[in-house]
């Protein structure tokens, strides 16, 4: 007879890590969207694919986002 198949933990802790990473990108995408308009950072089949990539999509929709704000001068 088979044994049951028994998971090992550290697999298990692997992915509940980056289904949590995930779930912070995820987060982050939605406050930029929020801050700084929806359509900044890429969306469907342009969106990333890693964690990676789309961190580096948020940074540099950030960065676009604040070089626009600074060339339309200071507010307030």
Do not use: F, S
């Given at each position: 007879?088979?044994?049951p198949e028994t998971r090992d933990p550290r697999y298990e802790d692997?992915?509940?890590h980056y289904r949590e990473l995930a779930q912070?990108?995820?987060?982050i995408r939605e406050i930029v969207?929020?801050?700084f308009g929806a359509g900044l950072l890429p969306a469907g089949?342009?969106?990333a694919v890693?964690?990676?990539e789309e961190c580096e999509a948020i940074a540099r929709?950030?960065?676009?986002?604040g070089s626009l704000?600074?060339?339309a001068g200071p507010k307030g």
């Open positions: 007879m088979n044994e692997a992915v509940r912070g990108v995820r987060m969207e929020q801050t089949e342009h969106a890693t964690p990676l929709a950030i960065y676009a986002a704000q600074g060339k």
